[in-house]
C-alpha cells in the first residue's frame, strides 16, 4: 500500500490484488497504478483493471499490452483533456492489440476488458470497455459507475431479466464490446466528477463477481486499502473462485 500527497490536501491510499482463483491456470487479468511525475505531490494518477481473453496466453498478453499502451498514451499527450486522453488511450490500445492479434501467419483472437480512472487536480475522470467494473464508495453507500457491456445486463436493463437472475446467467459472461477484438472501438468515456473526501473508488475485474456490491462496501469502509483488496480476493475464492479476480482500492482522504 502507498500513501501520498494529492492536491488541496488529498491523502490517496492505494491497494491492489489480483489472483488466479480456484478455478483457471492462468492469471489473464492485468492492473496498473501509475503516477507521472513519480514524486510530485500535484501527480496524475491512473489506474487500470483489464481482463483478457484468448486462447494460448494470448488473453495475458492482451490485457499486459493494454495497460502498457493505456499508460504511455494517457501521460504522453496532455494538451487535449482528460476525457479525450484516456479515449486516445483506449483507441490506441485497441489498435495495438488488434494488430498483435493479426501478427504472423495465423490469426489469434485476443483482447481486453479495460476499466480506467484517472485522478487529476482533484477530479475522477474515467473510461470503460467490457465488464469489468468500477464502483464509488462514501457516505451514501456504494454505487457502481460503468455499465457491464454485456449481452445478460442488457437484458436486465430492458427489465427482460431481473439483477439476480442476471447474475447467476449461465451467459453472463458474454461480451458486447471488448478491447482488441476490432478495428474500431466505443469507448464508454464518463462524465468527470469532483473527488469529496471520503470516498473510494474500487476497480476490479468480474472475478468478483461472487461478492455482492453491499459486502464490497463493507470491507472498503472497515479495512485500509491493501487489506480491503486482499479480503475482496479471498471472498471471492471462498466462494469458489470460479475466475481471475483482481481488485484495486483507491481511497481518497
Ligand atoms: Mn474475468
Known amino acids: 500500500m502507498t500513501w501520498w500527497k494529492a492536491k488541496s490536501n488529498q491523502t490517496v491510499g492505494v491497494g491492489a490484488c489480483s489472483d488466479v482463483g480456484r478455478v483457471r491456470a492462468a492469471n489473464e487479468d492485468a492492473y496498473g497504478c501509475f503516477q507521472e511525475p513519480p514524486a510530485d505531490e500535484a501527480a496524475e494518477r491512473l489506474f ?58 495465423a490469426f489469434r483472437t485476443m483482447g481486453t476488458t479495460c476499466t480506467a480512472l484517472a485522478l487529476v487536480n482533484g477530479h475522477v475522470h474515467m473510461a470503460h470497455v467490457g465488464d469489468s467494473r468500477a464502483y464509488r464508495v462514501d457516505r451514501h453507500g456504494i454505487e457502481q459507475l460503468t455499465r457491464d457491456h454485456t449481452l445478460v445486463d442488457e437484458l436486465r436493463r430492458k427489465g427482460v431479466l431481473t439483477a439476480e437472475e442476471a447474475r447467476r446467467h449461465p451467459r453472463r459472461h458474454a461480451l458486447t464490446r471488448a478491447l482488441g477484438i476490432r478495428a474500431t472501438l466505443e469507448v464508454d468515456v464518463l462524465e468527470a466528477t469532483t473527488v469529496k473526501p471520503p470516498q473510494t473508488f474500487v476497480l476490479c475485474s468480474d472475478g468478483l463477481a461472487p461478492v455482492l456490491d453491499e459486502e464490497i462496501r463493507e470491507v472498503v469502509d472497515a479495512l485500509p486499502p491493501q487489506q480491503a483488496a486482499e479480503r ?13 479476480v483482481t481488485v484495486l482500492v483507491v481511497a481518497v482522504q
Do not use: K, Y
Not at 232 to 244: F, I
Open 48 to 105: 487500470v483493471v483489464a481482463d483478457g481473453m484468448g486462447g494460448h496466453e494470448r488473453g495475458e498478453e492482451a490485457s499486459r499490452l493494454a495497460v502498457e499502451v493505456l499508460r504511455q498514451t494517457f501521460f504522453a499527450a496532455r494538451a487535449w483533456s482528460v476525457g479525450e486522453r484516456l479515449r486516445r488511450a483506449f483507441e490506441v490500445a485497441n489498435a495495438r492489440v488488434f494488430e498483435q492479434a493479426h501478427e504472423g501467419p
Open 232 to 244: 475482496l480476493v479471498a471472498m471471492a475464492n471462498e466462494r469458489g473462485g470460479p475466475d481471475n
